[in-house]
């Protein structure tokens, strides 16, 4: 796992490439974000198992930042972190299997190979861009 922070300790986000998993060895539950932070992402890995039929309690759950998650199915992503200063603190590339998680800052994708499949998760509600994003250009003067 990779994190990534400002000079101050922020966390903006983190990496999993999906060799760290398999290299472990371990199989179960693997929670990749902290209990604090505003989405919870896991790893599953298992052999035959049931996932016990269940239902999540209503809590008053408010983040007042989107957290994004992009998991790459397939094809080859260049994902960049900056802060709001726009210094670069990431610039790597990232492929099949592997997971980005944003917590703050500016991030950018570029898909790098044809037929690039991402899931992209984030925190909701989402209003269309015009409520969501300040793109880092329009604040260049």
């Not at 922020?10 to 505003?38: D, M, S, W, Y």
């Not at 599953?44 to 957290?67: C, D, E, G, I």
């Not at 790597?92 to 899931?119: K, P, Q, R, S």
Request: proline share 3%; net charge negative.
């Amino acid at each position: 796992m990779l994190e990534v922070t400002d000079k101050n300790d922020t966390l903006h986000a983190q990496v999993f490439q999906v060799e760290e998993i398999f290299a472990t060895k371990e199989r179960g539950r693997r929670n990749l974000c902290e209990a604090h932070r505003p989405l919870q992402v896991a790893c599953l890995w298992s052999n035959a198992r049931k996932f016990v039929a269940h239902y999540h309690l209503k809590q008053a759950r408010m983040p007042s930042t989107v957290a994004e998650v992009w998991i790459i199915i397939q094809g080859m992503v260049r994902f960049k972190v900056f802060d709001l200063s726009k210094k670069c603190l990431l610039d790597m590339i990232c492929g099949t299997g592997d997971c980005m998680i944003t917590f703050c800052g500016i991030h950018e994708y570029e898909v790098l190979a044809t037929n690039t499949v991402i899931y992209e998760i984030k925190t909701g509600p989402y209003e269309g861009p015009e409520k969501d994003k300040v793109y880092a250009e329009e604040n260049e003067g």
